[in-house]
Each structure stands twice: as structure tokens, then as C-alpha cells.
């Protein structure tokens, strides 16, 4: 049984890798602007990432209206799939170079 799920939406869809589920959340779904700055990033994994990697979990909360339950979620999934995947690989496969930085 695949061991990842997009769950963006309700999608649902299954993947045997977390990196597939990555590049299927990055291609096949909308992206999203970052309710604190403004920035537009890919949803899913990486929206999660940018959130907490360049705002305060303070401005979290009051941007999405958040508690402190959805910043452990987030964080949880942001570090199991940080423990997981090869984010190299995913950045090779969704711009098809070596050597890039992760949106």
C-alpha cells in the first residue's frame, strides 16, 4: 500500500514515495500565496516549508487564523518528510537540473 498521500483539496491520491508526492503537489495543484508576504509557493510540502522557514510561527497563527494544534501538524509532516525524502532529487525532477535551490 503506497505509504503517501496528497491530501491538498481532498485530492487523495496515493504515491509509493514521498518525492512523488512532492513533484505531484508542486505540478497538479494550484499555488498558493503566502498570506503573510505574499509570496506565491507551490502547496503542499513546500508552502508548509516556506511558512515556517521564513515567518514566525507568532505570524502564522494570526495570517491563517492558526492554533498552536495546526503548527504541530504542519511542523510534524514538514519533519517527517524532511526525514524522508531525497528534496535533491525532488528539485532535479521538477526543473530537470542539478545544482538548484529548493523553491
Sequence with gaps: ?????????????HFDSVE?????????HERRECKVCGTV???GYFAIRHAFEEHSRAEYVRAYDADSSDVRTRERIRDEI??????????????????????
Design 1 to 13: 500500500m503506497p505509504a503517501w498521500e496528497c491530501d491538498i483539496d481532498g485530492c487523495g491520491e
Design 20 to 28: 512523488n508526492a512532492i513533484v505531484h503537489q508542486t505540478t497538479e
Design 41 to 43: 509557493v507551490p502547496d
Design 82 to 103: 524532511e526525514d524522508s525524502a531525497n528534496l535533491q532529487q525532488v528539485v532535479e525532477r521538477l526543473d530537470g537540473t542539478s545544482g538548484t535551490e529548493l523553491p
